[in-house]
Protein backbone atom coordinates (compact mmCIF):
# COMPACT_ATOMS: atom_id res chain seq x y z
CA UNK A 1 0.00 0.00 0.00
CA UNK A 2 1.49 3.32 -0.57
CA UNK A 3 2.28 6.18 1.61
CA UNK A 4 -0.69 7.69 2.83
CA UNK A 5 -0.62 11.71 1.69
CA UNK A 6 -0.59 13.82 4.63
CA UNK A 7 -4.33 14.81 5.53
CA UNK A 8 -4.90 18.59 6.61
CA UNK A 9 -7.06 18.63 10.41
CA UNK A 10 -8.24 21.93 9.87
CA UNK A 11 -9.65 23.46 7.13
CA UNK A 12 -10.31 27.26 7.36
CA UNK A 13 -13.29 28.93 5.84
CA UNK A 14 -12.95 32.93 5.29
CA UNK A 15 -15.19 33.36 2.36
CA UNK A 16 -18.24 31.34 3.33
CA UNK A 17 -21.16 33.31 2.12
CA UNK A 18 -23.65 33.92 4.54
CA UNK A 19 -26.72 31.48 2.73
CA UNK A 20 -23.65 28.45 3.41
CA UNK A 21 -22.88 29.58 6.68
CA UNK A 22 -26.58 29.15 7.46
CA UNK A 23 -27.27 25.91 6.07
CA UNK A 24 -24.39 24.66 8.30
CA UNK A 25 -25.49 26.07 10.85
CA UNK A 26 -29.26 25.00 10.55
CA UNK A 27 -27.90 21.51 10.04
CA UNK A 28 -26.30 21.93 13.37
CA UNK A 29 -28.96 22.38 14.81
CA UNK A 30 -31.71 20.39 13.49
CA UNK A 31 -29.49 16.76 14.18
CA UNK A 32 -27.43 18.04 17.40
CA UNK A 33 -23.53 17.57 17.37
CA UNK A 34 -21.53 17.61 13.82
CA UNK A 35 -18.55 15.93 15.25
CA UNK A 36 -20.78 12.22 16.06
CA UNK A 37 -23.63 12.59 14.19
CA UNK A 38 -22.57 10.92 10.45
CA UNK A 39 -26.25 12.53 9.44
CA UNK A 40 -24.99 16.07 8.76
CA UNK A 41 -21.55 15.11 7.22
CA UNK A 42 -24.24 13.14 4.16
CA UNK A 43 -26.54 16.24 4.34
CA UNK A 44 -23.49 18.23 3.11
CA UNK A 45 -21.88 16.25 1.09
CA UNK A 46 -25.54 15.93 -0.98
CA UNK A 47 -25.53 19.98 -0.87
CA UNK A 48 -22.17 20.28 -1.61
CA UNK A 49 -22.51 18.17 -4.82
CA UNK A 50 -26.24 19.70 -5.82
CA UNK A 51 -24.62 23.27 -5.39
CA UNK A 52 -20.71 23.14 -7.11
CA UNK A 53 -21.79 25.41 -9.39
CA UNK A 54 -24.27 27.58 -7.81
CA UNK A 55 -22.13 30.89 -8.80
CA UNK A 56 -24.15 30.79 -11.88
CA UNK A 57 -27.00 32.17 -9.89
CA UNK A 58 -24.78 35.09 -8.44
CA UNK A 59 -25.40 38.49 -9.83
CA UNK A 60 -22.50 40.89 -10.01
CA UNK A 61 -22.99 44.24 -11.29
CA UNK A 62 -20.16 46.80 -12.20
CA UNK A 63 -21.11 50.53 -12.13
CA UNK A 64 -19.63 53.02 -14.28
CA UNK A 65 -19.37 56.30 -14.30
CA UNK A 66 -17.16 59.24 -16.45
CA UNK A 67 -16.18 62.36 -18.27
CA UNK A 68 -18.02 62.12 -21.87
CA UNK A 69 -14.45 60.19 -24.33
CA UNK A 70 -12.81 59.24 -21.54
CA UNK A 71 -12.75 55.79 -22.93
CA UNK A 72 -15.59 54.11 -20.95
CA UNK A 73 -17.54 52.43 -23.73
CA UNK A 74 -14.18 51.33 -25.23
CA UNK A 75 -13.33 49.61 -21.69
CA UNK A 76 -17.06 47.92 -21.74
CA UNK A 77 -16.85 46.34 -24.95
CA UNK A 78 -13.34 45.02 -24.01
CA UNK A 79 -13.90 43.88 -20.51
CA UNK A 80 -16.77 41.69 -22.30
CA UNK A 81 -14.61 40.67 -25.41
CA UNK A 82 -16.03 42.62 -27.71
CA UNK A 83 -14.75 44.62 -30.76
CA UNK A 84 -16.06 47.68 -31.18
CA UNK A 85 -19.31 47.55 -33.51
CA UNK A 86 -19.58 44.21 -32.74
CA UNK A 87 -23.27 43.29 -31.92
CA UNK A 88 -23.87 44.11 -28.49
CA UNK A 89 -21.05 46.63 -28.56
CA UNK A 90 -21.40 50.25 -26.63
CA UNK A 91 -21.01 52.92 -29.07
CA UNK A 92 -17.83 54.42 -29.52
CA UNK A 93 -16.63 58.22 -29.57
CA UNK A 94 -20.49 59.56 -29.26
CA UNK A 95 -20.61 62.07 -27.04
CA UNK A 96 -23.38 60.50 -24.50
CA UNK A 97 -26.02 63.05 -23.23
CA UNK A 98 -29.40 61.18 -22.41
CA UNK A 99 -30.37 60.98 -18.92
CA UNK A 100 -30.63 56.83 -18.41
CA UNK A 101 -28.30 54.07 -17.26
CA UNK A 102 -27.70 51.71 -19.87
CA UNK A 103 -26.53 47.85 -19.00
CA UNK A 104 -24.31 46.34 -20.93
CA UNK A 105 -24.24 42.10 -19.65
CA UNK A 106 -21.38 39.90 -20.23
CA UNK A 107 -22.30 37.74 -23.46
CA UNK A 108 -21.02 34.69 -22.05
CA UNK A 109 -23.11 34.99 -19.00
CA UNK A 110 -25.85 37.62 -19.37
CA UNK A 111 -27.90 36.83 -16.37
CA UNK A 112 -24.23 37.37 -13.97
CA UNK A 113 -22.01 39.89 -14.60
CA UNK A 114 -23.49 42.87 -15.95
CA UNK A 115 -21.52 46.81 -16.65
CA UNK A 116 -23.70 49.55 -16.08
CA UNK A 117 -23.01 52.78 -17.79
CA UNK A 118 -24.37 55.60 -15.45
CA UNK A 119 -24.63 59.26 -16.95
CA UNK A 120 -22.28 61.78 -15.94
CA UNK A 121 -25.26 64.68 -16.40
CA UNK A 122 -28.89 65.37 -16.46
CA UNK A 123 -30.68 67.87 -18.82
CA UNK A 124 -33.38 69.95 -18.25
CA UNK A 125 -36.92 68.22 -19.08
CA UNK A 126 -37.87 69.39 -22.72
CA UNK A 127 -34.99 70.96 -23.61
CA UNK A 128 -31.05 70.22 -24.86
CA UNK A 129 -29.20 72.10 -22.65
CA UNK A 130 -27.40 71.20 -19.70
CA UNK A 131 -28.52 72.14 -16.26
CA UNK A 132 -26.38 72.66 -13.41
CA UNK A 133 -26.03 69.64 -11.78
CA UNK A 134 -28.17 68.24 -8.91
CA UNK A 135 -26.93 65.32 -7.20
CA UNK A 136 -29.99 65.10 -5.24
CA UNK A 137 -31.93 64.65 -8.05
CA UNK A 138 -29.63 62.18 -9.43
CA UNK A 139 -29.63 60.04 -6.40
CA UNK A 140 -33.55 60.39 -6.49
CA UNK A 141 -33.37 58.84 -10.17
CA UNK A 142 -30.18 56.53 -9.87
CA UNK A 143 -30.21 56.23 -6.12
CA UNK A 144 -31.72 52.22 -6.27
CA UNK A 145 -29.45 51.60 -9.42
CA UNK A 146 -26.25 53.00 -7.74
CA UNK A 147 -27.32 50.33 -4.68
CA UNK A 148 -27.22 47.60 -6.83
CA UNK A 149 -23.50 47.87 -7.97
CA UNK A 150 -21.01 45.85 -6.37
CA UNK A 151 -18.36 47.73 -7.15
CA UNK A 152 -18.09 51.42 -8.93
CA UNK A 153 -15.52 52.93 -11.53
CA UNK A 154 -14.96 56.60 -12.14
CA UNK A 155 -13.16 56.74 -15.53
CA UNK A 156 -11.13 59.71 -16.58
CA UNK A 157 -8.80 60.88 -19.54
CA UNK A 158 -7.31 63.42 -17.88
CA UNK A 159 -9.96 66.33 -17.46
CA UNK A 160 -12.11 64.45 -14.37
CA UNK A 161 -15.51 66.05 -14.30
CA UNK A 162 -16.99 67.54 -10.86
CA UNK A 163 -20.19 65.78 -11.22
CA UNK A 164 -18.34 61.96 -12.05
CA UNK A 165 -16.98 62.83 -8.94
CA UNK A 166 -19.73 63.50 -6.70
CA UNK A 167 -21.33 60.48 -7.98
CA UNK A 168 -17.99 58.62 -7.03
CA UNK A 169 -18.90 60.14 -3.34
CA UNK A 170 -21.92 59.36 -2.95
CA UNK A 171 -21.12 55.57 -4.47
CA UNK A 172 -18.77 55.47 -1.59
CA UNK A 173 -21.27 56.36 1.28
CA UNK A 174 -23.15 53.62 -0.29
CA UNK A 175 -20.58 51.01 0.51
CA UNK A 176 -19.21 50.65 -2.42
CA UNK A 177 -15.89 50.37 -3.62
CA UNK A 178 -14.72 53.29 -5.83
CA UNK A 179 -11.75 52.79 -8.24
CA UNK A 180 -10.21 55.48 -10.46
CA UNK A 181 -9.28 54.39 -14.01
CA UNK A 182 -7.51 56.36 -16.03
CA UNK A 183 -7.81 54.82 -19.89
CA UNK A 184 -6.11 55.62 -22.94
CA UNK A 185 -2.78 55.22 -21.20
CA UNK A 186 -1.47 54.01 -24.97
CA UNK A 187 -2.40 57.75 -26.21
CA UNK A 188 -0.52 59.46 -23.49
CA UNK A 189 2.55 57.32 -24.66
CA UNK A 190 2.20 58.55 -27.93
CA UNK A 191 1.68 61.83 -27.17
CA UNK A 192 4.57 61.94 -24.93
CA UNK A 193 6.89 61.01 -27.43
CA UNK A 194 5.79 63.80 -29.88
CA UNK A 195 5.69 66.77 -26.93
CA UNK A 196 8.77 65.68 -25.71
CA UNK A 197 10.67 63.21 -27.78
CA UNK A 198 13.48 62.67 -25.29
CA UNK A 199 11.47 61.77 -22.29
CA UNK A 200 12.10 58.02 -22.68
CA UNK A 201 15.57 58.22 -23.12
CA UNK A 202 15.86 58.85 -19.33
CA UNK A 203 12.12 57.41 -18.32
CA UNK A 204 10.10 54.61 -18.90
CA UNK A 205 6.56 54.05 -19.37
CA UNK A 206 6.04 53.05 -15.41
CA UNK A 207 7.47 56.47 -14.46
CA UNK A 208 4.65 58.29 -16.95
CA UNK A 209 2.15 55.85 -15.18
CA UNK A 210 3.29 56.98 -11.72
CA UNK A 211 3.31 60.72 -12.43
CA UNK A 212 -0.61 60.45 -14.23
CA UNK A 213 -1.47 58.64 -11.33
CA UNK A 214 0.04 61.89 -8.78
CA UNK A 215 -1.82 64.02 -10.85
CA UNK A 216 -4.77 62.07 -11.34
CA UNK A 217 -5.20 61.93 -7.85
CA UNK A 218 -4.65 66.07 -7.16
CA UNK A 219 -7.09 67.05 -9.59
CA UNK A 220 -9.45 64.87 -8.08
CA UNK A 221 -8.88 66.74 -4.58
CA UNK A 222 -9.01 69.82 -6.57
CA UNK A 223 -12.33 69.15 -7.83
CA UNK A 224 -13.56 68.26 -4.71
CA UNK A 225 -13.08 64.34 -3.83
CA UNK A 226 -13.50 64.71 0.05
CA UNK A 227 -11.09 62.00 2.07
CA UNK A 228 -7.70 60.66 1.33
CA UNK A 229 -7.12 58.56 -2.31
CA UNK A 230 -5.20 55.60 -1.61
CA UNK A 231 -2.82 55.74 -5.24
CA UNK A 232 -3.35 52.02 -4.79
CA UNK A 233 -6.72 52.98 -6.27
CA UNK A 234 -5.71 54.43 -8.92
CA UNK A 235 -5.19 52.87 -11.95
CA UNK A 236 -3.84 53.75 -15.54
CA UNK A 237 -4.91 51.51 -17.98
CA UNK A 238 -5.73 51.53 -22.02
CA UNK A 239 -9.02 50.09 -22.59
CA UNK A 240 -8.33 49.00 -26.03
CA UNK A 241 -9.35 44.69 -26.33
CA UNK A 242 -5.87 43.84 -26.75
CA UNK A 243 -4.31 45.23 -24.30
CA UNK A 244 -7.35 44.27 -21.61
CA UNK A 245 -7.05 40.37 -22.74
CA UNK A 246 -2.63 40.74 -22.38
CA UNK A 247 -3.04 42.85 -19.32
CA UNK A 248 -1.31 45.73 -20.07
CA UNK A 249 0.01 48.23 -17.58
CA UNK A 250 -2.08 48.48 -14.64
CA UNK A 251 -4.82 46.22 -15.47
CA UNK A 252 -3.95 42.97 -13.95
CA UNK A 253 -4.07 44.90 -10.81
CA UNK A 254 -7.11 46.75 -11.77
CA UNK A 255 -8.49 43.18 -11.78
CA UNK A 256 -7.64 41.92 -8.40
CA UNK A 257 -8.94 45.32 -7.03
CA UNK A 258 -12.15 44.97 -9.02
CA UNK A 259 -13.03 41.40 -7.04
CA UNK A 260 -11.47 42.29 -4.23
CA UNK A 261 -14.51 43.42 -2.32
CA UNK A 262 -16.79 40.46 -4.05
CA UNK A 263 -17.92 37.31 -2.16
CA UNK A 264 -16.54 34.19 -3.43
CA UNK A 265 -19.35 33.14 -5.24
CA UNK A 266 -19.21 35.97 -7.30
CA UNK A 267 -15.43 36.08 -7.57
CA UNK A 268 -16.09 32.72 -9.22
CA UNK A 269 -18.18 34.53 -11.88
CA UNK A 270 -15.90 36.90 -12.97
CA UNK A 271 -13.11 34.92 -13.19
CA UNK A 272 -15.27 32.14 -15.20
CA UNK A 273 -16.58 34.76 -17.09
CA UNK A 274 -13.83 37.37 -18.13
CA UNK A 275 -10.94 36.19 -20.46
CA UNK A 276 -7.65 37.89 -19.13
CA UNK A 277 -4.44 35.99 -21.13
CA UNK A 278 -2.21 38.17 -18.20
CA UNK A 279 0.30 35.82 -16.33
CA UNK A 280 0.12 38.45 -13.73
CA UNK A 281 -3.41 37.40 -12.52
CA UNK A 282 -2.75 33.40 -13.00
CA UNK A 283 -2.28 32.78 -9.04
CA UNK A 284 -5.08 35.32 -8.26
CA UNK A 285 -7.21 33.05 -9.76
CA UNK A 286 -5.56 29.93 -8.80
CA UNK A 287 -6.13 31.24 -5.07
CA UNK A 288 -9.69 31.74 -5.79
CA UNK A 289 -10.42 28.45 -6.93
CA UNK A 290 -8.34 27.04 -3.66
CA UNK A 291 -10.62 28.73 -1.49
CA UNK A 292 -13.21 26.98 -3.27
CA UNK A 293 -11.62 23.55 -3.29
CA UNK A 294 -12.80 22.47 0.30
CA UNK A 295 -16.72 22.72 -0.80
CA UNK A 296 -16.13 20.81 -4.26
CA UNK A 297 -13.93 18.00 -2.35
CA UNK A 298 -16.90 17.24 -0.02
CA UNK A 299 -19.46 16.89 -2.75
CA UNK A 300 -16.66 14.71 -4.69
CA UNK A 301 -16.60 12.34 -1.93
CA UNK A 302 -20.14 12.36 -1.51
CA UNK A 303 -19.44 8.97 -3.12
CA UNK A 304 -16.68 8.09 -1.29
CA UNK A 305 -14.58 8.71 -4.75
CA UNK A 306 -11.06 7.68 -3.67
CA UNK A 307 -8.56 7.48 -7.01
CA UNK A 308 -7.13 3.73 -7.49
CA UNK A 309 -4.75 2.57 -10.25
CA UNK A 310 -6.98 1.53 -13.66
CA UNK A 311 -9.90 3.88 -12.34
CA UNK A 312 -12.57 3.97 -15.06
CA UNK A 313 -14.25 7.51 -13.66
CA UNK A 314 -14.27 10.73 -11.95
CA UNK A 315 -17.18 11.54 -10.06
CA UNK A 316 -19.13 14.42 -12.01
CA UNK A 317 -18.27 17.05 -9.74
CA UNK A 318 -14.52 16.44 -10.40
CA UNK A 319 -15.48 16.59 -13.79
CA UNK A 320 -17.39 20.25 -13.48
CA UNK A 321 -14.05 21.86 -11.49
CA UNK A 322 -11.74 20.20 -14.27
CA UNK A 323 -13.85 22.44 -16.90
CA UNK A 324 -14.24 25.06 -14.70
CA UNK A 325 -10.57 25.25 -13.84
CA UNK A 326 -9.70 25.36 -17.73
CA UNK A 327 -12.41 28.00 -18.58
CA UNK A 328 -11.10 30.26 -16.08
CA UNK A 329 -7.70 29.86 -17.19
CA UNK A 330 -8.48 30.62 -20.45
CA UNK A 331 -7.48 27.15 -21.56
CA UNK A 332 -10.60 26.11 -23.70
CA UNK A 333 -10.28 25.92 -27.28
CA UNK A 334 -12.45 29.00 -28.35
CA UNK A 335 -10.23 30.39 -25.46
CA UNK A 336 -6.48 29.19 -26.88
CA UNK A 337 -7.81 29.99 -30.80
CA UNK A 338 -8.60 33.85 -29.80
CA UNK A 339 -5.16 34.03 -28.20
CA UNK A 340 -3.71 32.70 -31.68
CA UNK A 341 -5.42 34.99 -33.28
CA UNK A 342 -4.16 37.69 -30.93
CA UNK A 343 -0.54 36.64 -31.53
CA UNK A 344 -0.75 35.62 -35.33
CA UNK A 345 0.15 32.11 -34.26
CA UNK A 346 -1.21 28.83 -35.27
CA UNK A 347 -3.93 27.57 -33.33
CA UNK A 348 -3.54 23.88 -33.77
CA UNK A 349 0.00 25.23 -32.52
CA UNK A 350 -0.93 26.01 -29.68
CA UNK A 351 -3.86 23.62 -28.61
CA UNK A 352 -0.79 20.91 -29.56
CA UNK A 353 1.36 22.86 -26.80
CA UNK A 354 -1.24 23.13 -24.25
CA UNK A 355 -1.75 19.11 -24.73
CA UNK A 356 1.40 18.37 -24.16
CA UNK A 357 1.58 20.63 -20.95
CA UNK A 358 -1.35 19.47 -19.70
CA UNK A 359 -1.13 16.23 -20.16
CA UNK A 360 2.25 15.97 -19.25
CA UNK A 361 3.59 13.53 -21.03
CA UNK A 362 0.36 11.42 -20.26
CA UNK A 363 -1.48 9.59 -23.20
CA UNK A 364 -5.03 10.05 -23.86
CA UNK A 365 -6.57 6.89 -24.75
CA UNK A 366 -9.06 6.64 -26.97
CA UNK A 367 -12.27 6.88 -25.90
CA UNK A 368 -11.07 8.42 -22.97
CA UNK A 369 -12.00 12.50 -21.47
CA UNK A 370 -8.82 14.19 -20.85
CA UNK A 371 -10.08 15.01 -17.48
CA UNK A 372 -9.90 11.49 -16.58
CA UNK A 373 -5.92 11.55 -18.15
CA UNK A 374 -5.13 14.41 -16.44
CA UNK A 375 -6.79 13.26 -12.86
CA UNK A 376 -5.44 9.71 -13.19
CA UNK A 377 -2.06 11.46 -14.08
CA UNK A 378 -1.77 13.78 -11.26
CA UNK A 379 -2.89 10.66 -9.17
CA UNK A 380 0.26 8.79 -9.60
CA UNK A 381 2.37 11.40 -9.39
CA UNK A 382 1.17 12.01 -5.43
CA UNK A 383 1.48 8.36 -5.16
CA UNK A 384 -2.20 7.73 -4.93
CA UNK A 385 -2.61 5.78 -7.57
CA UNK A 386 -3.26 2.77 -5.02
CA UNK A 387 -4.48 3.98 -2.26
CA UNK A 388 -6.87 2.20 -0.25
CA UNK A 389 -9.02 3.56 2.47
CA UNK A 390 -9.89 2.02 5.45
CA UNK A 391 -12.40 3.41 8.42
CA UNK A 392 -10.33 6.64 8.99
CA UNK A 393 -11.62 9.69 9.30
CA UNK A 394 -10.11 13.77 9.33
CA UNK A 395 -11.91 16.57 11.66
CA UNK A 396 -12.50 19.80 9.53
CA UNK A 397 -13.21 22.78 11.82
CA UNK A 398 -15.01 25.81 10.48
CA UNK A 399 -13.96 28.30 12.88
CA UNK A 400 -16.89 31.28 11.03
CA UNK A 401 -19.23 29.42 12.33
CA UNK A 402 -17.69 27.40 16.03
CA UNK A 403 -18.96 23.95 13.59
CA UNK A 404 -16.77 20.97 13.87
CA UNK A 405 -17.07 18.12 11.04
CA UNK A 406 -16.15 14.60 11.13
CA UNK A 407 -15.12 13.60 7.55
CA UNK A 408 -14.10 10.59 6.14
CA UNK A 409 -9.80 9.82 4.99
CA UNK A 410 -10.99 10.31 1.08
CA UNK A 411 -11.98 13.71 1.46
CA UNK A 412 -8.20 14.99 2.21
CA UNK A 413 -6.87 13.22 -0.48
CA UNK A 414 -9.42 14.37 -3.05
CA UNK A 415 -8.71 17.82 -1.97
CA UNK A 416 -5.24 17.09 -2.54
CA UNK A 417 -6.16 16.22 -5.72
CA UNK A 418 -7.64 19.35 -6.87
CA UNK A 419 -4.73 21.29 -5.17
CA UNK A 420 -2.28 19.37 -7.31
CA UNK A 421 -5.14 20.20 -10.54
CA UNK A 422 -5.22 23.84 -9.98
CA UNK A 423 -1.65 23.98 -9.85
CA UNK A 424 -1.00 22.18 -12.95
CA UNK A 425 -3.07 24.46 -14.88
CA UNK A 426 -1.80 27.59 -13.30
CA UNK A 427 1.45 26.01 -14.88
CA UNK A 428 -0.08 25.17 -18.06
CA UNK A 429 -1.38 28.86 -18.36
CA UNK A 430 1.90 30.32 -17.77
CA UNK A 431 3.62 28.46 -20.21
CA UNK A 432 1.16 28.84 -22.95
CA UNK A 433 0.95 32.14 -22.17
CA UNK A 434 4.69 32.72 -22.72
CA UNK A 435 4.78 30.55 -25.95
CA UNK A 436 2.22 32.87 -27.50
CA UNK A 437 3.57 35.69 -26.57
CA UNK A 438 7.13 35.54 -27.19
CA UNK A 439 6.90 33.87 -30.13
CA UNK A 440 4.76 36.76 -31.80
CA UNK A 441 7.38 39.54 -30.24
CA UNK A 442 9.96 37.61 -32.64
Given amino acids: MADRPEIPTKEVIEEMGKDLQGMIKNLCATTGDAKTNPEILKKFQKYAAEN ?29 GLETGAPGAAEVGVTHTTAVTTDYPHPARPDSLVFVDFPGVLLAKGSGDERDFD ?24 RIQHNAVQIGMKAREMGKKVLFVRSQFDIDVTKRRKDKPKYFNNNTEADLMEELRQDYIKVLKRVGWEGEVNPRDVF ?4 DLNYVLKGSWDIPKFRRAMIEGLDA ?4 V ?61 LTDDAVEQLAMMTNKSPEDLKRFLSTSLLDRAKLRVGESEALTVVHAIC ?23 AVFTAPLSYGITTKVLHALISRMEKCARELFDYAFKESEV
Avoid at 141 to 157: A, I, N, P, R, T
Avoid at 236 to 239: A, F, L, P, T, V
Fill in 135 to 158: IRQYLDEFGKKMEQCDVFLVFSSG
Fill in 270 to 330: VINTCRDFSKATIKERGDVYRKQAWYVAMGTTAGSFVPYAGMASIPATLHVAFHQYKNGFC
Fill in 52 to 80: MEAWKNQKVYVGIVGDPGAGKSTFINSIR
Fill in 236 to 239: IISG
Fill in 265 to 268: LQKM
Fill in 380 to 402: SALGLATTIVVDQAVDLIFPVIG
